[in-house]
């Protein structure tokens, strides 16, 4: 009875892929689209298979999820976590579908579990990864990371940071902008040199996060020196850098220097 309940429902959503590709693709060769992913998730009548469709479609070549796409699969997996429990229950519920066990799926549950604000789920799919043997990925310590800050476990958050053996431009990013809204002016600056010095060029955003945050605690040298480096490595000055420095020059009182 169950198999062939699962094997009705998968040939539901082999006739409505088909529908979806015909009606959106005028070339000969499908192709995925964010569009044709949407549909599919939308009008298939099991969250099961979609959460299927959805880790298939995100292994395809040089296709990436669309934002939306995870919005989509918010709900379809808080139904499924609801329905079977926990994150292991989904994962053997994938198994017995076809879907083998791959620390990918973990993934993708994570980043929708993340994108949904479901942190308790997110976590446990990346417990679940390293109870599976799988070693999880940079990006994958990029979630936890920013989920611990998030849900105020600040120490938590940077001890997980420090032990990251491979961090990249979004692990720098992550902390450095939460180290701000702290207002640890001193640990932001050490962090950003750490960024630069292992080849992670901040962006205008970084910048402005670390500006930001001096010119909050009043910190008028260091925003200066930072606006200095900036200047020699060609950075050109947002809209928010120059209203950093219109307010820092009122603050001091050089009114000219304000006006420029």
């Given amino acids: 009875m169950i198999l062939g309940w699962r094997r009705s429902l998968q040939r539901s959503l082999i006739r409505t892929l088909k529908t979806l590709i015909s009606q959106s693709c005028e070339r000969p060769q499908p192709y995925l689209s964010p569009q044709l992913v949407n549909l599919a998730i939308s009008k298939c009548p099991s969250d099961l298979i979609s959460l299927s469709f959805f880790l298939w479609a995100a292994r395809q070549p040089n296709y990436f999820h669309d934002p939306s796409s995870f919005d989509l699969m918010v709900p379809v997996v808080h139904r499924l976590s609801d329905r079977f429990g926990n994150v292991s229950g989904i994962v053997d519920e994938l198994e017995s579908i076809g879907c083998g066990r791959k620390a990918q799926a973990l ?23 390293r ?10 310590r990029n979630i936890v990371v920013d989920i611990l800050f998030k849900t105020g476990h600040f ?3 940077l001890r ?4 990251t053996p491979f961090p990249n431009f979004i692990t720098f990013n992550i902390v450095i902008g939460n180290i701000c809204k702290y207002g640890d002016w001193w640990s932001v600056g050490i962090l950003l040199r750490e960024m630069i010095d292992r080849g992670f060029w901040p962006n205008s955003g970084t910048y402005a996060m670390v500006l930001d945050c ?3 605690e009043g910190k008028i ?6 606006l200095g480096f900036m200047t020699v490595v060609g950075e050109q000055f947002s809209v928010a850098i120059w209203t950093f420095l219109i307010d820092m020059y009122r603050k001091i009182g050089n009114l000219d220097m304000a006006g420029i």
């Fill in 160 to 163: 997980f940071f420090e032990e």
């Fill in 214 to 216: 001096f010119h909050k």
């Fill in 131 to 140: 109870s599976r043997s799988f070693v999880p990925n940079t990006f994958a």
């Fill in 221 to 226: 040298m260091e925003l200066l020196q930072l």
């Fill in 107 to 129: 993934l993708v549950l994570m980043r929708v579990y993340w994108r949904g604000d479901l942190y308790s789920l997110a976590l446990e799919a990346f417990d679940q990864m």
């Fill in 155 to 157: 120490d938590s958050a």
